[in-house]
Every structure is written in structure tokens, then in C-alpha cells.
């Protein structure tokens, strides 16, 4: 199921385990505590966060692999759906950076798909659509998941030499 006119996704059912899992390499301390449940083009995965319970329901969490962040969303999954896309569709789905993306002759991606970074934005890419190309989901995330494990723990302001990413 879509909404926000493809921006935004939920995982089929017989997904869920394999995206989790790809979102657990990417981000290993969130292990044994999440379960995604949808993607945005961008590739960003929602997830359920057991760590994080409000009034009986665990909070969202949203885990972008192009900057290597993870942020803490403070509505449930129903809430999410039912009143942050409906009503914040840029803060929850970057829609309008989806539309920038599709007027520049962008497509929407297939439920397989994702429009990812060329160079991350933690590796110095810039955050802008000459920087996005479309992109199988998985590998997507299973190259982030290693090049963050290659990044994680290294100081504020080191350099990196020799990125070559070709696309």
C-alpha cells in the first residue's frame, strides 16, 4: 500500500523480517528492538522502536541510510499513518524533495526501488537531486550497512580519501 502519491510505502508482510534485517546491519545497536513496517522513496525505513513505549504502543523510528542517522518519531505507527503523513507529508516523507525529484525527471520507484544517494551525505554528497539516482532497495541498504560500519566511531571532520562510487 502507497500513499502521498508513491513517496511512501508499507513493507508487505513477507518483507518485514528481510528489510529488518537490513536495517539492523546498517544500524547493529537497534538490534533485537525494531521492526520495520514502511520505507519513503528515499530508502529511509520506519520502524517500531520496543525500547521506546508510550501509553502501551512503541514509537516510530525513522533510519535513513544516506546520512546515517536514526531519529526518534514520538507518535506510534497508527498515528504515523493516520496523522504525521497526512499532515507533516515533508517532515515524514520528504514530499516536497519527492516532487523536486520528479520534475526533474525523476521517476517513482517500483516497491523494490529507492531513490538513494549517489555519494552519502555523511561522505560530503550533497543533498540535492543531481545527487540521487534510482536504485535497487536491498542493495541500497547493503552497501549504506557497509559503509557505515567502515565510518562509524571515526571523529568529526576526518577526511576519507578515495571514494569512488559509480552509478
Excluded at 513517496?7 to 518483507?15: K, M, S, T
Excluded at 539492523?24 to 537497534?30: G, H, K, L, V, Y
Excluded at 529511509?44 to 522502536?49: C, L, P, S, V
Excluded at 549504506?144 to 578515495?162: E, H, Y
Amino acid at each position: 500500500m502507497g500513499y502521498l502519491d508513491g513517496a511512501y510505502r508499507l513493507h508487505r508482510q513477507e518483507d518485514v523480517a528481510r528489510f529488518t534485517a537490513l536495517a539492523i546491519e546498517a544500524f547493529p545497536d537497534f538490534t533485537d528492538r525494531i521492526e520495520c513496517f514502511g520505507a519513503d522513496w528515499l530508502g529511509r525505513q520506519f520502524a517500531t522502536d520496543e525500547r521506546r513505549i508510550v501509553d502501551g504502543a512503541p514509537q516510530v523510528l525513522m533510519l535513513e541510510p544516506g546520512t546515517g542517522e536514526v531519529l526518534e518519531i514520538p507518535v506510534n505507527r497508527a498515528v504515523f499513518h493516520d496523522d504525521e503523513l497526512a499532515n507533516e507529508p515533508d517532515a515524514a516523507a520528504a514530499y516536497s524533495f519527492f516532487q523536486q525529484w520528479l520534475e526533474a525527471g525523476g521517476t517513482r520507484p517500483n516497491y523494490d526501488q529507492c531513490i538513494g544517494y549517489k555519494l552519502p551525505l555523511y561522505l560530503g554528497g550533497t543533498d540535492d537531486v543531481s545527487n540521487l539516482s534510482l536504485i535497487d532497495f536491498s542493495v541500497y541498504w547493503t552497501l549504506s550497512a557497509q559503509t557505515l560500519a567502515r565510518v562509524r566511531g571515526l571523529p568529526v571532520g576526518t577526511t576519507i580519501r578515495d571514494v569512488s562510487i559509480s552509478g
